[in-house]
């Protein structure tokens, strides 16, 4: 009988503890919508935003042609059995597909996008193409918007590579009529509060200046430390916020770089294992931040692998402090 009650009260602690983190997640999905009514009256730039680096870099092609770094892209029709594999280690910076993240309570999405020479599809890469479409990426994101329709996402399109001023076209009106009315025009940063009145759910950042449009905004700064030691990237952030923070939206970059200089880390070593080991110094940096109009605030934080650990609640906790707006 003893080993029955033991049984039933682990069982008990297990279906509480699988309660809690579904009602977890059920709040970083609604985040915006469950915020204090005085957070949703301040522009978007001021608030505390949780963003994902190189977004869609779960979805890595071994399949596809590597299309950086350079020193590698030119091995690699010679040693694409050894090289694709090692690229594909480096180059996956999330393990959440689009839809956990957003459940996961990201609204930055940094987006980049190659065209391949055999398809007539455009594809989003890191080192190699995704598996997945752009067209499929968004219309899966368009979808959760649909049923979440308070929350606002700031779609980062950059690092454009191997496409034509025709393709550039074809996708920013491809993203035009997916969004419809979602779309918010610039150049104003809204409130959530001025969103949700005119039913704008999208910012859509396009870093390609040929291609202008009232609801193409233009790119969005990002603090990139471009270093592998997360002291320095900490160090990094620091000096950038004491030159004070830009115009409008922008983003402090967490996310760690392969520097090149040491090969044998590379051969034998992952993306993820080197940033969940960082992860606890860069979130003691999060939790010291705060979100405002103050020349030291911060607005859009972007890691890699989000949605593994507190990285995205302890962001959106920071708009609960007294932050002076």
Same mark, same amino acid.
């Given at each position: 009988m003893g080993n029955s009650l033991t049984q039933k009260g682990i069982c008990t602690t297990e279906k509480l503890d699988k309660n809690k983190k579904m009602?977890?997640?059920?709040?970083?999905?609604?985040?915006?919508?469950?915020?204090?009514?005085?957070?949703?009256?301040?522009?978007?730039?001021?608030?505390?935003i949780p963003g994902s680096h190189d977004a869609m870099a779960y979805s890595l092609d071994t399949n596809s042609s590597v299309l950086e770094p350079k020193k590698i892209k030119a091995l690699d029709k010679m040693f694409s059995t050894f090289l694709r594999p090692i690229v594909k280690k480096w180059g996956t910076a999330q393990d959440k597909n689009i839809s956990e993240q957003l459940d996961?309570?990201?609204?930055y999405f940094d987006l980049r996008v190659a065209g391949k020479p055999e398809s007539s599809d455009l594809f989003f890469y890191h080192g190699l193409y995704t598996t997945m479409t752009v067209k499929e990426g968004m219309t899966e994101l368009e979808k959760w918007l649909g049923q979440h329709t308070k929350e606002v996402v700031i779609l980062a399109f950059s690092h454009f590579k191997e496409m034509s001023a025709d393709q550039h076209t074809d996708l920013t009106n491809f993203l035009k009529v997916h969004f419809k009315t979602k779309l918010c025009p610039k150049p104003q940063v809204p409130s959530l +509060?001025?969103? *949700?009145?005119?039913?704008?759910?999208?910012?859509?950042?396009?870093?390609?200046?040929?291609?202008?449009?009232?609801?193409?905004?233009?790119?969005? +700064?990002?603090? *990139?430390?471009?270093?592998?030691?997360?002291?320095?990237v900490i160090s990094y952030l620091n000096n950038q916020k004491q030159k004070g923070k830009p115009e409008g939206l922008f983003v402090a970059g967490l996310n760690l770089t392969f520097d090149g200089n040491d090969m044998l880390l590379y051969l034998t070593k992952s993306l993820k294992e080197k940033?969940?080991?960082?992860?606890?110094?860069l979130l003691d940096w999060v939790k010291e931040q705060r979100p405002g109009s103050d020349k030291d605030s911060v607005n859009i934080i972007a890691g890699d692998f989000v949605g593994v650990n507190s990285f995205a609640k302890d962001i959106i906790q920071l708009n609960n402090a007294d932050n002076g707006s």
């Open positions: 009602a977890e997640t059920e709040s970083l999905a609604d985040w915006m919508s469950n915020l204090n009514e005085k957070f949703t009256k301040i522009p978007l730039s001021q608030l505390a996961a309570g990201m609204r +509060k001025d969103c *949700w009145e005119s039913g704008y759910q999208v910012i859509l950042s396009y870093d390609n200046r040929s291609v202008d449009d009232p609801v193409l905004w233009p790119q969005i +700064k990002y603090w *990139w430390a471009d270093n592998s030691d997360p002291n320095e940033t969940m080991k960082a992860y606890p110094l």
